[in-house]
């Protein structure tokens, strides 16, 4: 069965770094888009980012454009974010999940969830 297994939150300053790791298992990672997502206490979860199956288009929320990057490894079946420049703003529970479609402009359709991994930005 599909399971994606996120990893890599924790406390960070303001203006730190963190990167975050999705591993899949159970498809194959090349043949699906994958999202980040992201959930803040009394807020709506919103989409932060997503990279298509073939690599080649990848989207950003303008909240993290410039400061976030997603890459993924298809041979260790990993999606990361890489999230630099993080604000107190940032702070909220980080989602992976395998989703139907990922372009330049947007993602959407999420198919299956992770469990969620905690990233707090403060001093």
């Known amino acids: 069965q599909v399971q994606l297994v996120e990893s890599g939150g924790g406390l960070v300053q303001p203006g730190g770094s963190q990167r975050l790791s999705c591993t899949a298992s159970g498809f194959t990672l090349n043949l699906y888009s994958m999202g980040w997502f992201r959930q803040a206490p009394r807020k709506e979860r919103e989409g932060v980012s997503c990279?298509?199956?073939?690599?080649?288009?990848?989207y950003y929320a303008d909240s993290v454009k410039g400061r976030f990057t997603i890459s993924k490894d298809n041979a260790k079946k990993t999606v990361y974010l890489q999230m630099n420049s993080l604000k107190p703003e940032d702070t909220a529970v980080y989602y992976c999940?395998?989703?139907?479609?990922?372009?330049?402009?947007?993602?959407?359709?999420?198919?299956?969830w992770g469990q969620g991994t905690q990233v707090t930005v403060s001093s």
């Open positions: 999940a395998r989703i139907a479609w990922c372009a330049s402009h947007g993602m959407g359709g999420a198919q299956h």
């Open positions: 990279i298509s199956s073939s690599g080649i288009s990848t």
